[in-house]
């Protein structure tokens, strides 16, 4: 497997994680069971609707402050534990919860960021699958934002984030012009302490 980043962390992508079908069925009932919101966002002190719908799933009492705003979990459903089994099992240890999103179309999106939340520890693993449409996903140096890397998230794929990269690398999933349809993104993290 190799690493996409070139230094301080570790990023691997398995493109056909999920076979085809199973995607295609993981997006249906994603797309329809969860319980999708649209939550508001502090930016530079302000108060804006978040680009895309969210949902947060976990196991009880492992409450999240995430962007400003504090989530707490629904239980996990059996769609939700059947993936969560799959991708523990690549990546070795055993999540807590979830974020989900849900871009809806092509303007949704998610600004820079780094997933360095204190409840994540030190060295957060983090674990991304995405199905439905394929989206652009990108990396930038924090220290240093001339230094890039992208790559498609495609439907069924899992990218594994771990090591120093949530210190060094900031990311984010832009707007696109191009019409698209929706994308659902899952990213498991473990929270060590709340
Ligand atoms: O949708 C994506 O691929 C990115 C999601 C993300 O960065 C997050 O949930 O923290
Ligand atoms: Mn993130």
Redesign the pocket.
């Known amino acids: 497997m190799q690493n996409i980043l070139p230094i301080n962390g570790e990023a691997y992508y398995y493109p056909d994680f999920f076979s085809k079908t199973a995607s295609d069925a993981f997006f249906i009932e994603l797309q329809k069971q969860v319980n999708w919101k649209q939550e508001p966002i502090k930016l530079f002190g302000k108060e804006i609707m978040q680009p895309r719908l969210t949902a947060w799933y976990g196991d009880e009492n492992k409450a999240y402050s995430y962007s400003g705003i504090t989530m707490v979990p629904d239980a996990w459903s059996p769609v939700l534990l059947q993936i969560k089994n799959s991708v523990e099992a690549i990546a070795g240890i055993r999540f807590t919860s979830a ?1 989900l ?1 849900y ?1 809806r179309n092509q303007q949704d999106s ?1 600004g820079w ?1 780094r ?1 360095n939340e204190k409840e994540l520890g030190e060295y957060p693993i ?1 674990a ?1 699958v ?1 199905f439905g449409e394929s ?1 652009e ?1 990108q990396f930038r140096y924090y220290s240093d934002k001339t230094i890039k890397r992208a790559l498609l ?1 495609t439907h069924g794929s899992l ?1 594994l984030m771990s090591g120093s990269t949530q210190h060094y690398w900031e ?3 832009p707007k696109r012009t191009r019409t698209m349809g929706g ?1 659902i ?1 899952l ?1 498991f993290r473990k929270i060590i302490s709340s």
Do not use: E, P, Q, V
Request: glycine letters at 0%.
């Open positions: 974020l999103n871009y998610m960021h997933d983090i991304s995405s989206r996903f998230l990218l990311h984010a999933l994308r993104n990213t």
